[in-house]
Each structure stands twice: as C-alpha cells, then as structure tokens.
C-alpha cells in the first residue's frame, strides 16, 4: 500500500519537478563516486608499494584520498572516504590480514591519528568552501546593489533635469511678464493680461511644490488622513473647480455622471477632491483638444466606484503598473508635450490606499485612451449634526479671510526675512486698511513691538538668530502680549507644526503661499 501511495505522488509531480530531483541525486552520486575512486587508487597505489613499506605507514595514500576528495566533492565525501580509508587500511595492510579487527596498540594509535588529521583537514576545507560561498553572495550582493546604485543614481539625474525643465516652463512666461510690465507700466490691458499670466503659472509652480512635498511625506509616511463622513460628490465639485480651467483651455467635452441621492464615504474632503482633481486633470493633459473626458460615480451594494474615462493617447497594457511608481511619464520624448513630473497617478495611488480602497488602471493600447476606477466602501449615512460640521469649509491659508477677524483700525506687525515677500505683504496689508510695520529678524520684531505696540503679528517661523516660536513664547510672557493676537506664516504646514504653533502661543497658522480674496 505505501509503495502504491509513493508511486502515486510521484506520478502527480510535474516534469520540471522530476528533473530537478534527478539532477540533485546525479550530482550527489557523482560525489560519493568520488570518495570511492579517490579510496580505490589509494588502496591500489599501497598494494604497489607493499614490498617496500610491508607493514609500515599503513594510512599514507589514505590521507591523499581524503584530501582530494575533500577538495574535489567537499566535505560529506570527504568524511565517507575517511571511513573508507580507515576500513581498506585496517582490512588490507594491518595484521591480522584480510580482518577489520586491529589489536596492536601502535596501529590503534595511528588509526586515531588519521582520523584526528582528516577531521581537522575536513574542517578547514568546510570553512575555506563555506567563506567562499560567502564571498560569492557578497559578490552577488554588491554587484546587484551597484546596479541598483547606477539606476538610482540615472533616475536621480533624470529627475533633476525633468524637474529643472519644469520649473522653467512657468519661470519663463513670469520673467517675460515681469520685462513686458517694464516696457508697458501704464497699459491696463498689459497689466490685466500680465497678471493673469503670472497668477496662472504660480499656481502651476504651487502644484508641482505640493505633489514633491506630498511624495516626500508618503515615503516617510507622514501623511495624515482627517476623517469625515461627506457625500463623495461634494469632493467631485470641489475637484471640479480645481480643474474647470484645464477643460476649457483644450475645449475637451467633459460628461458627468453621477448618482441623484449622496454617496456617502468615510474619507477626507480635501484628499478625495485632490485625487479626484489628480485624474481628471490626467485625463485632460493626455487627451488631444476637444477631447471627451467622462467622469462617473457607480455604486454597488457597499462599494461604489468613482471612473475617470477619456479618448486620449491610451498606454500600452504593459505599462499599467508602471505609469503607478513616482516620476514616471509615457512621454519619455525631449518634446515634452505633455509636461509634469509624473507624480499625479503616484499621489492618487496611495491616497486611494490610505482610504483603504484600489485603484485600477486599464487602457485598451496606445491612441485607446485609458480608463482609472477607484473603489472604495460605502459608508452609513451620517446624523444630522455630522451633516452641519461638513458644511462648514475649513480656512486653509486664506490670509484675507484671517486678517478680517481683526479689527481693521489695528496695527499689524509683519516679521518676515525675506524682504521682497515681506514688502508685498506689508503693502496688501496696508490696502486692507491697517497700519504696518516690517522687521526682518527676531530682534528687531522685539523692538518693534515694544515700540510699535501692533495688534496683530504676522510672525515668520523660520528665522535668523531667534525663530519663531522663540519669539512668540517671549511676547506671550508680556504682559501687553496677551492681548496681541500671533498668526503664524511659515513653510511647514504638517500637524505636528500646527501642533508646535498652538504650544508656542499662535493664534493661527497658515501655510506660504497664502491665498489673497
């Protein structure tokens, strides 16, 4: 029964199996067969030499067989030709003849030695093979990771041209700008052209900061999610005004689908509108002028699908996971007709996965256009009071808006290093009617609020000799900085900033660049 059960199981094995079991066994038969020639001209070559040697050094060739084998088959041979070797020298040259019993206590001793000498022969030939395997994996190790040295290293390269390229795009029409204003200073028409020309390509260099700052804090996996129950369409409006401009600039035909009743989902407002905004404006940057673009919501049972379609230049099938990793582009030409840094599907992917949903990308080749589905869970409707918190939008950055708290007969201290920055906003301050004053380090913001006595500050947190926390925690230890209201201005916008800002006394925080309405 258990022969017929083996028989069956080798039946079952597929025929790359079989042949990788066949070749193992052939090689561990080649190398036992080594041991045993190796111990057969040993016992060959004593013979010959039994009329000069007699009885004396019984093991000699025995210690040749074990130290070739050792070195030709390794060590497991080596230690099957030792006990061979031990057993032809005590059948063949040790008295009593043709016997394996030895009672001469000399041959004993050297019976014992020969074992010793070929363990310790075995053992230094075991770690001189297992060093070499071992440099042989390090070789292997260090050739991959030099490989993988020069890749990064090209990559890193590409991306450093691929990012000047793209700062230069908007750089260039602004210095444009600037030189047509100095030729035309009292044209109003140049002056409303140039201005929609300059806030059209800041925003462009203000996205491509957000999508390397957002890569940055995934990899470090510092992004973090602030959950809300919202009806998914509320983040499709939002990522519709995002992106409105791009449609019609290409004049593409944009089809919108989605459900009568809300579909609700537990996610933040703000990261579903950006990868929403993240596909649609992919569909429209990769779809030909007057292109169709169909964005589509689905629901099935407690899932539902958020489908971005267009008719644009498509990508081969190959090239659906990879147009997914950071910095990848189809357009791979020095034309660069389609422009970005090819972060905008990376973004979309992970957020999709902090969601806890998939994003699927499809296209039927390339000229196919291409299709992205993100699926995510269906959330419970919520109460009526977590309906009123998600109709109230959060201020993100919006200076305007913070400075119209204030009353607008105070006084405004600006603490910025940055001179050109810190003029310009001195004098939208002043236009909104408060009275301004600049200093550009921590000691001077000190006198100048001792001797200003300014309502609000606008309070740099990156500064020369004294930051701005620094700052902030002195005035708050006075005893007229109580009453003086500190917002915070500053580079960092991360929750564990907020977190800092509100410790040192900030009243708000707001993120450069700052938005003026």
């Known amino acids: 029964m258990k022969t017929t059960c083996t028989l069956d199981r080798i039946l079952q ?11 193992r066994y052939r090689r561990l038969i080649q190398r036992y067969s080594t041991a045993i020639a190796s111990t057969a001209c040993a016992i060959c070559g004593r013979m010959m030499l039994q009329p000069l040697l007699h009885d004396e050094c019984p093991f000699s060739l025995f210690y040749l067989s074990v130290l070739l084998t050792a070195w030709i088959a390794g060590t497991g041979p080596a230690v099957f030709a030792m006990a061979l070797g031990s057993l032809s020298a005590a059948h063949f040259f040790l008295p009593p003849a043709s016997s394996l019993y030895i009672n001469d206590p000399a041959d004993l001793l050297q019976l014992s030695i020969y074992i010793v000498v070929n363990s310790i022969a075995i053992s230094l030939f075991y770690r001189v093979a297992w060093q070499h395997r071992l440099a042989e994996r390090r070789l292997v190790e260090n050739e991959a990771l030099s490989t993988s040295l ?31 204003l100095d ?75 989605l459900p009568q009743e809300p579909v609700w989902v537990d996610g933040d407002r703000i990261r579903l509108a950006q990868l929403t905004a993240n596909l649609l404006s992919n569909a429209a940057k990769y779809t030909p002028p007057g292109g169709r673009v169909t964005l589509q919501v689905e629901q099935f049972g407690d ?43 990376t973004i979309v992917n992970r957020l999709v996965g902090l969601h806890g949903g998939q994003l699927q990308v499809q296209s039927r080749g390339p000229g196919q256009g291409s299709c992205f589905t993100v699926q995510l869970m269906v959330a419970l409707p919520p109460e009526e009071s977590t309906l009123l918190r998600q109709s109230t939008v959060a201020n993100n950055g919006c200076f305007s808006q913070t400075m119209r708290n204030a009353d607008r007969r105070g006084r405004v201290l600006i603490v910025e290093d940055n001179r050109d920055s810190g003029e310009l906003l001195c004098e939208m301050i002043e236009s909104e009617g408060f009275s301004a004053r600049l200093a550009h380090d921590g000691f001077a913001a000190l006198q100048e609020f001792t001797s200003f006595s300014p309502d609000v500050i606008v309070l740099d947190i990156g500064l020369p000799g004294m930051d701005g926390y620094e700052i902030a925690g002195r005035i708050r230890r006075l005893e007229s900085g109580s009453r003086t209201r500190l917002i915070a201005l500053t580079g960092w916008g991360r929750s564990t900033d907020r977190i800092l800002s509100k410790q040192a006394g900030f009243d708000d925080h ?6 003026f309405s």
Do not use: W
Request: hydrophobic share 45%; net charge negative; proline share 3%.
């Open 183 to 257: 030729k035309s200073p009292g044209s109003v028409e140049v002056m409303g052209r140039v201005k929609k020309i300059i806030e059209r390509h800041t925003n462009h260099l203000i996205r491509l900061a957000d999508d390397l700052l957002d890569i940055a804090r995934f990899c470090r996996g510092q992004v973090e999610l602030q959950i809300d129950r919202l009806d998914i369409r509320t983040a499709i409006n939002d990522a519709l005004e995002m992106t409105e401009s791009l449609f019609a600039e290409k004049n593409h035909r944009l089809q919108l689908l």
């Open 510 to 515: 707001l993120v450069k660049p700052v938005v």
């Open 13 to 23: 094995m597929d025929k790359a199996t079989l042949h990788v079991i066949a070749v």
């Open 150 to 180: 020069r890749e990064a290293d090209e990559r890193k390269d590409e991306f450093l041209a691929l990012l000047a390229h793209e700062l230069r795009n908007p750089l260039a029409p602004i210095r444009s700008s600037l030189a047509l």
């Open 303 to 345: 899932e539902f699908s958020l489908i971005v379609r267009d008719n644009g230049i498509g990508f081969a099938s190959s090239e659906a996971e990879r147009i997914l990793e950071p910095f990848i582009q189809i357009d791979t030409t020095r034309t660069r007709e389609y422009g970005g840094l090819g972060l905008g599907l």
